[in-house]
């Protein structure tokens, strides 16, 4: 369904706890909108009237969105965010186009057979 101009979304899943979780399709970045103790209705509503401020914070990949007697709470969360990891010394790559070879040598090593040809 149509939110905005470059914005679509679709129902996911109503559960019974009264949430509601639909994907937003923001210029070809997906979101996920978790709307918390509302009706289907009522939540479809509340993410169209929030639809500015969902779409104020771009990193995002899900967001959480209730409605309180204070008025209306947002969450944002980042899950795209990656740290780079250090490899700890002695560990394989296993982006490594060879490591089945590897895996196979080792087994055979273990079954103490000591030679073997790699195709």
């Not at 401020?53 to 990193?59: H, R, S, T, V």
């Not at 980042?78 to 560990?91: D, R, T």
């Amino acid at each position: 369904m149509p939110f905005k101009d470059g914005v679509v979304g679709r129902v996911i899943h109503y559960s019974e706890q009264r949430e509601l979780i639909l994907e937003l399709k923001i210029n070809s970045k997906l979101v996920e909108v978790v709307a918390k103790n509302v009706f289907v209705d009522e939540g479809i509503f509340l993410v169209k009237n929030n639809l500015d401020k969902i779409l104020e914070n771009n990193k995002s990949s899900k967001v959480i969105i209730m409605s309180n007697s204070d008025g209306i709470d947002i969450q944002f969360t980042e899950f795209n965010a990656h740290q780079k990891m250090s490899k700890p010394k002695g560990y394989l790559e296993f982006n490594d186009v060879y490591y089945r070879d590897l895996i196979k040598i080792n087994s055979y090593l273990l079954n103490g057979k000591k030679i073997i040809f790699i195709e």
